[in-house]
């Protein structure tokens, strides 16, 4: 075992390629379908919307897929990124587990979503995209993004949800910094958008909302402007997956192996970034490392929601997939962990939660910050409010290791850092946050879901 705090790889140890768990998960790919149709999605749909390379990643069985050199190349503005262990948290908490951590706040827009924003706007760049159009909750999406499409020399029209966009007006400052066209979200610019803001000039948003705009962009652009999800799809799981890849290498660099390997989950995919090459170790290798993914209590899809066929946006004009769903319609409390807001997850990922690969687990807001505070004040580093709900996992499981006088090693990923989110530590920090209680209906949520026409095999 290392004596060493900080675990860097060189430049060349960067990976050649993504993995992509389609090839090992021992779930089948489940289908996608047309949300006009209700019939399976041909690729002529989503070529609408997607360039062609990015739809073949969507479907890929193939294990690797390889990182092409031009994004290789920006990659390695920032990565590989640092492996930490939290000496200092793990003496403050006195337990006998070794925490270890994974940095992707150390990419230049703040988080892990610079890994596939860089990836999407090279495939659109080479498919001949004139424009990108994209949704961002927080702002860390469309941050990344917009520096990937500068650096391809694309154009960018940003959704932003409206709360989002009053809350933190940095975030818009510095999109439009990188480039980017900024709308507050709904807009007047959709007939969606002008649709709710007849009903409610007064429309808060929600991430639902802006994906509904934003295609709806793409969609009426004839070809010229394509889109780009930032979380939930395939192709997007796939490029996180660097992050694990190089965990892999620094747990050897360390002489440890994770037993437990924790991540924060909105769309899910940071998550699975650094859990599915640990989820190949164990289908593969004969490894038991428990993967926990860590939603927040407000928004808790994978834990009480309905694992089903619905509606990648509220607008229902993104295809269906089969995932954990709170419903199309869910309107989150505003609670100030924005990137955790969405109503869905990733299906690769639910696929997965539901066959008892990964677990899942809840944690409220309150504790989160407590959490969040407590890490900021033993290693120094500001987390963002998403990355301390893994951060509240990690601490509890070291309680919990604590509890039974337990070597454990724990490995979570920090999805990004919490620089542009210091109105919600102020917020915390005067006492103004609550836990909120969202009341789930299981049944009603079932109602809503569409009936989708399953091909017969399936
Ligand atoms: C967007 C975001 C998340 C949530 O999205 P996932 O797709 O679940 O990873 C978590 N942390 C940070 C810092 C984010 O920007």
Redesign the pocket.
């Known amino acids: 075992m290392s004596e060493q705090t900080r675990f860097i790889l060189s430049e060349s140890d960067l990976p050649h390629c993504w993995y992509n768990i389609a090839a090992d998960s021992p779930v089948p790919p489940t289908p996608v379908f047309n949300p006009m149709t209700q019939e399976p999605v041909t690729p002529d749909f989503l070529s609408v919307l997607f360039p062609m390379e990015l739809i073949m990643q969507e479907i890929s069985t193939e294990r690797f897929i390889d990182i092409p050199e031009e994004v290789r190349e920006i990659y390695k503005l920032w990565r590989p990124t640092p492996l930490l262990r939290a000496r200092r948290l793990e003496k403050a908490l006195g337990t006998p587990a070794h925490i270890y951590y994974k940095y992707e706040g150390a990419s230049p827009s703040g ?3 610079s890994n596939t924003a860089v990836a999407q706007a090279f495939y659109n760049k080479i498919a001949g995209t004139r424009a990108m159009t994209t949704e961002t909750g ?1 702002g ?2 469309g941050t990344a993004l917009s520096m990937a499409c500068r650096m391809f020399e694309m154009a960018l029209e940003v959704y932003m949800v409206k709360v989002s966009y009053q809350q933190k007006p940095y975030r818009r400052m510095l999109m439009e910094t990188y480039g980017a066209e900024v709308f507050a979200s709904p807009t007047n610019r959709t007939v969606y958008g002008n649709d709710l803001l007849k009903r409610d000039p007064n429309n808060p948003g929600s991430l639902g909302i802006a994906i509904s705009e934003a295609v709806e962009v793409a969609a009426a652009s004839n070809g010229s402007k394509k889109y780009g999800l ?2 939930v799809l395939n192709h997007v799981l796939l490029h996180q997956t660097v992050i694990g890849e190089e965990a892999l290498l620094q747990m050897d660099m360390a002489g440890e192996y994770p037993d437990v390997v924790i991540g ?8 699975s970034g650094i859990a599915f090459p640990f989820v190949r170790q164990n289908l593969k290798e004969g490894q038991r490392t428990r993967l926990l993914a860590v939603e927040p209590t407000a928004t808790p899809s994978l834990t009480q929601g309905v694992y089903g066929f619905d509606y990648g946006d509220t607008a229902r004009m993104a295809p269906i997939v089969k995932m954990h769903t709170l419903g199309a319609n869910f309107m989150p409390p505003a609670i100030h962990a924005g ?2 807001r969405y109503h869905g997850m990733a299906p690769q990922l639910c696929a997965l939660v539901d066959a008892g690969l990964i677990s899942a687990v809840a944690v409220p807001q309150t504790a989160t910050f407590e959490a969040a505070l407590q890490f900021a004040h033993a290693e120094g580093l500001v987390p ?1 409010p ?2 301390a709900h893994a951060i509240r996992a990690a601490i509890d499981e070291a309680l919990d290791a604590k509890a039974k006088d337990e070597k454990r090693v724990i490995l979570f990923n920090l ?2 850092h919490g620089n542009f989110d210091l109105a919600a530590y102020e917020a915390y920090l005067s006492g103004k946050l609550e836990d909120c209680e969202t009341i789930i209906d299981r049944d009603q949520i079932a109602r809503q879901l569409p009936k989708v026409n399953l091909p017969s095999a399936a």
């Open positions: 988080s892990h979503k927080a860390q999406w930032g979380s924060c989950v909105g769309g899910g995919s940071n998550f990137g955790l963002a998403e990355s999805s990004g």
